[in-house]
């Protein structure tokens, strides 16, 4: 299994920064749209939808929201806000989920309410990195940075949890998951953010700017956190290890973009609305 993941990894982390950094955005965004789209597949297994019919449907209503996204990129900017709240309003439902599990299983066994909750979770994270990717001469940069941020705060708190864990975050949910881990994680990812900020250029005299590209970094990595337990819940109540098999030794797509899915929407919402990130239709 190590072996597999540590090849697995060798041959997609390349491709992925390769990505990020050297695609044009409609490239980007279309890469990225095969990653969803999959990703859609496997979320249905993981909502237990058995009918082939009714897999292939809920892709392609996920296939057309996303191409309906782009065509709306030509647009004004005002329709991202209300994708992005959406995505956050969603999120703020799934901590209340998570917080109460297993209680209240009518919640997460509605299927409707779970194909909702799929097309929120897969549509503005890729929105939202898409946006960012295009948004300025730096979007790849912050992109990547991102993804950065969010491996830093899950590697502390792998080795933070194992050194210092004794408190569960959510037993229910991710029995290994620590609170001394998260805090060793979040740790790793202030002190980073310091580094982040002087190199997107936000240092002034008063270093206010930098505290809130700090606090940015520290609140999408809880959001990112939140990800990873939401897709444990979904398929802890399923039944299943991993979301799926595409990818040997690390699970399906959405098993490594499941931390992505949440913090994508938080970090651009707060770039734009606290350190002026511009959006302009593309």
Not at 64 to 85: K, M, P
Not at 111 to 129: D, E
Not at 154 to 168: E, I, M, P, T
Request: glycine share 8%; hydrophobic share 60%.
């Amino acid at each position: 299994m190590l072996k597999q993941r540590v090849i697995t990894a060798a041959i997609l982390v390349p491709i992925v920064v390769s990505s990020i950094l050297y695609l044009p955005y409609p490239y980007f965004a279309l890469l990225l749209a095969l990653f969803v789209v999959q990703g859609s597949w496997e979320w249905t297994n993981m909502v237990q939808i058995r009918f082939v019919l009714g897999r292939i449907s809920f892709v392609m209503l996920v296939a057309a929201l996303l191409y309906g996204a782009w065509l709306s990129f030509s647009a004004s900017s005002a329709w991202l806000l209300y994708v992005l709240i959406a995505a956050v309003l969603w999120w703020l439902f799934a901590l209340f989920l998570v917080i109460l599990y297993p209680k209240y299983t009518v919640l997460r066994s509605n299927k409707v309410m779970q194909l909702f909750a799929g097309a929120l979770i897969l549509v503005p994270s890729w929105v939202a990195l898409v946006r960012l990717h295009a948004s300025d001469e730096q979007g790849p940069l912050y992109v990547l940075f991102l993804l950065i941020i969010i491996w830093v705060a899950d590697s502390g708190a792998y080795f933070g949890g194992r050194k210092w864990g004794k408190n569960k975050l959510a037993p229910n949910v991710s029995p290994k998951k620590t609170w001394e881990g998260v805090a060793t994680g979040l740790v790793c990812v202030a002190l980073l953010s310091v580094l982040g900020a002087l190199m997107f250029g936000y240092q002034d005299q008063a270093g206010s700017r930098v505290v809130v590209f700090v606090a940015i970094c520290i609140i999408t990595v809880l959001f990112s956190v939140l990800g990873d337990l939401t897709e444990s819940m979904f398929k802890r109540q399923a039944g299943l290890k991993d979301s799926g098999a595409l990818l040997p030794g690390h699970g399906g797509v959405l098993d490594r973009i499941d931390s992505v899915t949440a913090a994508a929407p938080v970090f651009l919402i707060c770039l734009w609305l606290f350190l002026g990130v511009e959006l302009v239709a593309l």
